[in-house]
């Protein structure tokens, strides 16, 4: 029992940094490749999506943690792509899920598109980095974070943010 425990290192060792690390494509001889805009991350998250109306469709929805977006003067907000699955000739397009701006709001940075998640139809994208000011001294700003779920086919949108309430728990900023 002894002799097995005192190995176990020199195998961990060997199992994974002598037989290198590799990554796989479910197609090896078509790999799909989609790109973004450069220097926004673009693929940093990856989750397939099928819509609950239409069981033959499949998407593939790619984040973009640094991608810039629309709104004024918001930089690097991050974004989420609709991408087709299989590919055809047109291009990944961005998602809408936020075009509003509130002055408490610190959406510059958010990495909005970091986390990506789909299930049954809805989609949930996420902005850790997401600042919120609950009118303290002018400059102060809460990292609290927050995400949007789109349902109905990407038709409308909620967005869930737990830490940014007024009733904060130690459980909110334990995470920061």
């Given at each position: 029992m002894c002799w097995a425990s005192s190995w176990t290192p020199l195998w961990l060792f060997l199992c994974f940094f002598l037989t290198g690390i590799n990554a796989f494509n479910l197609d090896v001889d078509n790999p799909t490749v989609y790109s973004g805009p450069e220097g926004s991350y673009f693929g940093y998250s990856v989750d397939f999506h099928r819509p609950t109306s239409d069981h033959?469709?499949?998407s593939v929805l790619v984040g973009a943690p640094k991608a810039n977006t629309t709104q004024p003067k918001i930089v690097e907000a991050g974004a989420v792509y609709y991408c087709p699955w299989p590919p055809t000739?047109?291009?990944?397009?961005?998602?809408?899920?936020?075009s509003t701006s509130k002055p408490v709001e610190f959406?510059?940075?958010?990495?909005?598109g970091a986390t990506v998640r789909t299930h049954k139809g809805?989609?949930?994208a996420?902005?850790?980095l997401y600042h919120w000011s609950a009118l303290k001294?002018?400059?102060?700003?809460?990292?609290?974070?927050?995400?949007?779920?789109a349902i109905?086919?990407?038709?409308?949108?909620?967005?869930?943010?737990?830490?940014?309430?007024?009733?904060k728990t130690s459980i909110c900023y334990s995470v920061y």
């Amino acid at each position: 029992m002894c002799w097995a425990s005192s190995w176990t290192p020199l195998w961990l060792f060997l199992c994974f940094f002598l037989t290198g690390i590799n990554a796989f494509n479910l197609d090896v001889d078509n790999p799909t490749v989609y790109s973004g805009p450069e220097g926004s991350y673009f693929g940093y998250s990856v989750d397939f999506h099928r819509p609950t109306s239409d069981h033959s469709t499949m998407s593939v929805l790619v984040g973009a943690p640094k991608a810039n977006t629309t709104q004024p003067k918001i930089v690097e907000a991050g974004a989420v792509y609709y991408c087709p699955w299989p590919p055809t000739d047109s291009k990944c397009r961005q998602i809408a899920f936020d075009s509003t701006s509130k002055p408490v709001e610190f959406k510059s940075n958010q990495w909005f598109g970091a986390t990506v998640r789909t299930h049954k139809g809805k989609v949930v994208a996420c902005a850790p980095l997401y600042h919120w000011s609950a009118l303290k001294m002018p400059g102060e700003k809460d990292p609290v974070g927050t995400c949007y779920i789109a349902i109905q086919n990407f038709s409308a949108y909620v967005e869930y943010s737990p830490c940014r309430s007024g009733l904060k728990t130690s459980i909110c900023y334990s995470v920061y």
